[in-house]
């Protein structure tokens, strides 16, 4: 595994649920190479395939076609019990629900997937040692995960997920159950690791604070992907609400009078549709839906 | 840590566990109860067996029993034995298999007759009365008088006739199969039978060992059985097991059926609780075959406690039988232990199988939809 061949490559990546009419493309050929220590932030609205392709990179899924590489091993066909192998000692996951074992305390949530790894648990523990250290849990180590607060345990997550010296993260809205302040700390901790440890980050997320650690934001939207960063913002305002709306990523459009409106939510074009003139003002706009061609 | 994380997260369904080890056990203290029952039944029937004070004993050619069996031995037969070398003493009864009433209840017993002033084939403890009979008496088990309401003076009625309780004896009541005493010459008129015996009950010299004797008699008596006792009692009991073995495996069978299936509902119920924990451990690496030991780990921790549980119940339970229905003779055996045991160590891998597809079909990629 090298930077220029990357921790994590997809190429023409496909995956569809269902079959016939029925059919959905959640993932529709994104190709996609993360290196070590870069931190990837892939966003979009809901529905639009982030958590698949999160799952396809960490072969938790297997793609309908196209190709998963981690950590220079072509996974696609790969089968089961190797696959598994594989995410033991190559991915990480942090997760929005934390997901730790409730009948575990900390240290021995942080020490499980060690126990599939080179060496054993055994061998693990000052690894262990350095993380709750590093991620300030040592006081914590014998609590049991519900005593412990959001922030405690996407720590933990974190550990847990770092204790096998991955070099690929994934995680999945994990500030999705925080709030700002705490949120901003695991943020910050998946940065340090990135930079520290020299692992891959790929981050699915609605957090728009998130982007701030990121070296690259990905736009998913219909299964489709591409770098936001390198499309230039177009803001236009909801004529109702007035909400700033990206021209790019914004789902609810209506054509009146000749003119195309955008919208924040379905809430406001219903009330648009219930009375359009309240919000076309003189020709224009109450709250001018600019840019919009 | 897999197994850890398996026995204390089974742990803390506490309640759920409980409830389910107690049913399990349930089931597990209805095999041992019935077993141990059968167990003590059996027992029972060779206890006049080994308290007659015969070493060996002389039946028709043919007839390995006395469970269950007919024998008939010619009264000249005795005396050939007597002159056998290493016979000491040698004694006749007769016996039969039918019913007794005692106060209008009808009792299945052993009703062996012998005759005044004989010792072997005789009751050997007594908790009232006497142990001789003379025509028209009888001697009866004492629990089973006590049960009835006839004590010493009341009758019992055998065949078409009323005999006299004149003794209650002791260690000679089975449920299945009491003892009573009557003289000889009333059973050979009720079976209109008249210079035969049952069987001839032998002792042996000090410097002779039964089963030598035994073969003396065989090879020196025409058409006749010899046995020592011990052979006898494992005879006997054999062919009372064999009798109970279809019927203890299908109870067996039923109530391992229902452990099975609480012991698999429960771990059903509790792999649906940690679904989303399954899922993390097989998204982090874990392989089929390490959560399905965890599984196995589980089902076996309740079928253990079940186990244990079961166990602690029948001793209890077998000491109020004793206790309170002394009319049921109860025995707990090592054999009997081992054996639920083992149907315990069934359950718990039969009802892990039954969850095998269950912790296959757990897609480690749920963990990002929870």
């Not at chain 2, 244990?308 to 001793?315: D, H, I, K, N």
Request: charged share 20%; net charge negative.
């Amino acid at each position: 595994m090298t930077d220029a061949s990357g921790v994590v490559r997809t190429r023409d990546l496909v995956r569809t649920f269902g079959e016939g009419r029925r059919a959905i493309r959640a993932v529709d050929g994104v190709s996609l190479t993360v290196a070590s220590g870069e931190i990837v932030v892939i966003m979009g609205p809901s529905g639009s395939g982030k958590t698949t392709l999160l799952s396809l990179m960490g072969a938790l899924l297997r793609p309908t076609s196209g190709t998963v590489e981690i950590a220079g091993q072509d996974v696609t066909g790969m089968p089961e019990a190797r696959l598994a192998r594989l995410r033991a000692r190559n991915v990480g996951f942090v997760f929005q629900g934390f997901n730790l074992l409730d009948a575990l305390t900390v240290e021995e949530n942080v020490l499980l997937p060690a126990q599939l790894n080179d060496g054993g648990i055994g061998a693990a523990r000052s690894r262990a040692e350095e993380l709750l250290g590093r991620l300030e849990l040592l006081d914590r180590r014998t609590a049991r995960p519900a005593t412990l607060s959001g922030g405690e345990k996407q720590r933990v997550a974190i550990a847990r997920a770092l204790i096998n010296r991955v070099p690929l993260v994934l995680a999945d809205e994990p500030t999705g159950n925080l709030d700002s302040q705490r949120g901003a700390e695991v943020t910050m901790r998946l940065h340090d690791i990135a930079r520290d440890e020299g692992c891959a980050v790929v981050i699915v997320t609605h957090d728009p604070r998130i982007e701030d650690v990121a070296d690259r934001v990905l736009w998913l939207e219909d299964g489709r992907v591409r770098d936001r960063r390198a499309d230039p913002h177009v803001w236009v305002r909801d004529p109702v609400c007035g909400m700033q709306v990206d021209e790019w990523t914004a789902g609810i459009r209506l054509t009146h009078a000749g003119r195309d409106y955008l919208f924040c939510s379905e809430r406001c074009r219903e009330r648009f549709l219930r009375e359009p003139g309240a919000y076309v003002q003189d020709g224009g706009d109450r709250h001018r839906n600019e840019g919009v061609s | 840590m897999i197994v850890r994380w398996a026995v204390v997260s089974l742990l803390q369904a506490r309640l759920r566990m409980l409830a389910s080890s107690l049913a399990v056990a349930a089931a597990f203290t209805l095999v041992f109860m019935f077993r141990a029952v059968w167990e003590g039944e059996t027992r029972q029937l060779a206890t006049y067996l080994e308290r007659a004070g015969a070493d060996v004993w002389v039946m028709q050619a043919g007839v390995s029993n006395v469970h269950m069996a007919s024998s008939f031995v010619g009264r000249a037969k005795r005396r050939e034995v007597e002159s056998v070398e290493g016979v000491r003493a040698a004694a006749a009864v007769l016996y039969l298999n039918s019913m007794v009433t005692f106060s209008g209840q009808r009792w299945f017993c052993y009703i062996v007759g012998i005759e005044p002033g004989q010792r072997l084939g005789a009751p050997w403890a007594m908790a009232e009365g006497r142990s001789q009979v003379q025509p028209g008496e009888v001697v009866v088990p004492g629990v089973l008088a006590r049960v009835s309401g006839v004590g010493l003076g009341g009758s019992v009625k055998v065949g078409d006739r009323d005999l006299l309780v004149v003794g209650l004896s002791e260690e000679t009541f089975s449920a299945t199969n009491p003892v009573v005493f009557v003289h000889r010459e009333d059973l050979a008129d009720l079976l209109w039978l008249e210079g035969y015996d049952s069987c001839l009950l032998v002792q042996a010299n000090e410097d002779t060992a039964p089963g030598e004797l035994a073969l003396r008699i065989e090879a020196e008596v025409d058409a006749v059985e010899a046995m020592t006792t011990e052979e006898l009692v494992e005879s006997d009991t054999a062919l009372a097991r064999q009798m109970g073995t279809q019927i203890i495996a299908l109870m067996t069978g039923i109530c391992a059926a229902l452990a099975t299936l609480l012991v698999g509902f429960t771990m059903y119920v509790h792999t649906a609780r940690l679904g989303t924990e399954l899922a993390v451990l097989k998204a982090m690496g874990f392989q089929r075959g390490h959560v399905y030991l965890a599984v196995v780990v589980q089902s076996s921790l309740v079928a253990a406690s079940a186990f244990g549980l079961a166990l602690a119940g029948t001793a209890i339970l077998a000491s109020l039988t004793r206790g309170l229905a002394t009319v049921v003779a109860v025995r707990l055996t090592p054999g009997a232990v081992l054996e639920v045991a083992g149907v315990g160590a069934l359950v718990a891998i039969v009802a892990s199988l039954l969850l095998a597809r269950r912790v296959a079909s757990v897609e480690p990629a749920t963990v990002f939809r929870t």
